[in-house]
């Protein structure tokens, strides 16, 4: 499959997920924070519930599975050597990637996955207060943030975190070598050459979004940093052809479900958007700037907010608003278990939590129709059938990781959208 993303919501012809293992469970308390998670999670009930999501995509398009791939890609040695000599320099044990490749491809992906634990051989390891020698990912079923597709290209994320970099040297791995994958892979560590690329320079899916082959919104926050978006517009810079547009939101530092852009905005149909709106549209001090690019010449100027910017650009969206227009309480409350958060498998056609109920309310108040997973993945609805609705999956586990529908997907082909 030929990559291609030109848009948010453009009909889905791929998407990478990655089923939850126990890389989730295996974390206590203490370290819930450090793994970027709102709480320690349970796995058999995270499953149950991601199995709606899934249920639910495999139903309308085509599902790569990492884990499965990363095996089929370790099958080549050659492959399989480069992963783990930059895995392994990477994490700090160089060496090691001898004695992880006598693991056959398929233990080898889980030992990636889920980790390798720490033997106790030495005096240094066995007063060590880590349990894992290679942590586990626990955070790789948010699929979304490690790579983006950003047109024809697969853009390799910069982790803020450590806890998140090997996920993005998996992806890159895949997009490189697995022949269900036809893309170029674009990677901040690795530039092209001449591009240059700032040390502070992370970038991350969730705060990327293709609106239009060539208009961009891209959060600016906690994950995604100013030199990240830098490096973005150094690479359309040289391509050099045509009229580019970037808006750049900027987000609050805190609470953590502000983490990325799609946590406070998410694009739904040709004309509709959710947004938070106490991010999205409040009287703070959150910049929204917008940066044209014309044939290598950068221009950059500030805007009231997203949606202004957007429509200047011929992109009108009408926003509903997360958690309803009543009840600001109930609009944080719902934001923070991803409410905001909708993955768009076509036009006017969403995925999100079933728990948000003001959110769904409003997005009913707007012609989307609800529906739940459990009737789309038995037959009984057909969305083929509805113009606007949105498929509703279990989410009280899941949301606890710090994320929904868009973070857990990350699509790789989307077909041209009718503007
Ligand atoms: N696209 C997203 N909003 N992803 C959410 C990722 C949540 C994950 N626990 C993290 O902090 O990295």
Redesign the pocket.
């Known amino acids: 499959m030929k990559t291609c993303i030109d848009s948010e919501i453009g009909k889905l012809e791929g998407v990478v997920i990655h089923t939850p293992g126990s890389e989730v469970e295996n974390m206590t308390p203490g370290y819930a924070e450090r ?4 709480d320690i999670l349970n796995l058999s009930i995270a499953l149950n519930e991601y199995s709606q999501l899934v249920g639910v995509l495999k139903k309308i398009t085509q599902v790569f599975d990492i884990k499965k791939m990363l095996a089929e890609i370790l099958d080549n040695r050659v492959v399989k050597m480069q992963l783990l000599r930059e895995i392994c320099n990477h994490e700090g044990i160089p060496g090691m990637e001898g004695a992880l490749a006598e693991n056959d491809a398929s233990t080898l992906a889980g030992l990636l996955i889920e980790g390798v634990i720490l033997e106790r051989n030495n005096l240094t390891n066995y007063l060590s207060p880590e349990k894992f020698l290679l942590r586990p990912l ?2 790789l079923f ?1 699929t ?2 490690s790579a983006m597709g950003m047109n024809g290209k697969m853009l390799i994320g910069r ?1 803020a ?1 450590p806890v ?1 970099e090997r996920e993005t040297m998996i992806m890159e791995a895949i997009f490189n070598n697995h022949p269900a994958f036809e893309t170029d892979t674009l990677n901040p560590i690795k530039p092209i050459h001449g591009i240059p690329v700032d040390a502070k320079a992370t970038l ?4 990327f979004q293709v609106i239009r082959d060539n208009i961009y919104v891209i959060g600016k926050g906690v ?1 995604t940093s100013t030199q990240g978006i830098d490096f973005i517009i150094e690479n359309i810079k040289r391509q050099g052809r045509g009229t580019h547009h970037i808006i750049v939101q900027e987000l609050p530092s805190v609470p ?1 479900s502000f ?2 852009l ?2 406070v905005f998410t694009c739904l149909d040709v004309d509709t958007c959710m947004v938070y709106e106490p991010v999205v549209y409040g009287l703070s001090r959150f910049k929204t700037i917008s940066i044209q690019i014309d044939n290598g010449k950068v221009k950059i100027d500030e805007q009231p907010n997203i949606t202004k910017a957007l429509k200047k650009l011929g992109i009108d969206l009408k926003p509903v608003v997360c958690g309803g227009n009543e009840d600001p309480w109930v609009q944080e409350r719902e934001q923070w278990h ?1 409410g905001a ?1 909708f993955f768009a498998f076509e036009p006017g056609k969403i995925i999100g939590y079933e728990r948000n109920v003001h959110t769904l309310e409003e997005l009913n108040k707007n012609g989307f129709e609800i529906f739940r997973a459990s009737d789309i993945i038995s037959g009984k609805v057909n969305t083929d059938n509805y113009r606007k609705c949105v498929v509703t999956i279990a989410g009280s586990e899941l949301a606890r ?4 529908a ?2 857990m997907t990350m699509p790789v082909c989307r077909a041209n959208v009718n503007w």
């Open positions: 793994a970027l998670y709102s626990h955070n948010f979304r943030d982790m975190n998140r991350e899916g969730g705060d994950r953590e983490i990325h799609d946590m991803s958060n990781g710090g994320g929904g868009r973070c």
